[in-house]
């Protein structure tokens, strides 16, 4: 019998100077479930991911994020900030936990981004942050020059 694993495949959906599983600025990252729209000095780089979602590396002049996505999530933990990104996600609260400090934004539906950095965040990484836009499974965004897909693979 022939088993089968879970990959992870960044796809670049338009020809750009770029590494497999790296976007510099311009450009449009579609992770899962995070969309960014790059500005000049930023990149992502895909690190992993797994049924529900994915996890990328974005840095900016700003500094550097760890971002998990998540195409099939609850409603994060922590108090809701008042006013919405200008994406549309309700953003919550800068908290810390064993991995450092966390900021989450959800679209209020299965869509949510949960930002990680070693340090309090920016005034410049919240900016960042706030740019963003959620999709959730089911959902295909458009535009994506680069884009975390997932694909059953043959192992064996």
């Not at 311009?26 to 690190?47: H, K, Q």
């Not at 994060?76 to 994406?87: E, V």
């Not at 070693?118 to 942050?129: E, H, K, S, V, Y």
């Amino acid at each position: 019998m022939r088993a089968l694993a879970l990959t992870t495949v960044a796809t670049m959906m338009a020809s750009a100077p770029v590494a497999a599983g790296e976007l510099r600025g311009p450009g449009r990252f579609c992770g899962y479930a995070p969309i960014v729209d790059l500005v000049a000095g930023e990149r992502i780089v895909t690190l992993e991911g797994g049924i529900h979602g994915g996890t990328f590396r974005w840095e900016g002049p700003w500094g550097v994020m760890t971002v998990d996505g998540v195409g099939w999530a609850s409603r994060p933990g922590g108090r809701a900030l008042p006013a919405r990104t200008s994406g549309g996600a309700i953003r919550f609260a800068e908290r810390r936990d064993k991995r450092g400090h966390v900021v989450a934004i959800w679209n209020g539906r299965r869509g949510a981004g949960y930002f990680r950095s070693d340090n309090r965040f920016t005034p410049g990484q919240l900016a960042a942050i706030d740019r963003v836009r959620l999709f959730q499974e089911g959902e295909e965004p458009s535009g994506c020059d680069l884009r975390t897909v997932f694909s059953w693979g043959d192992v064996g």
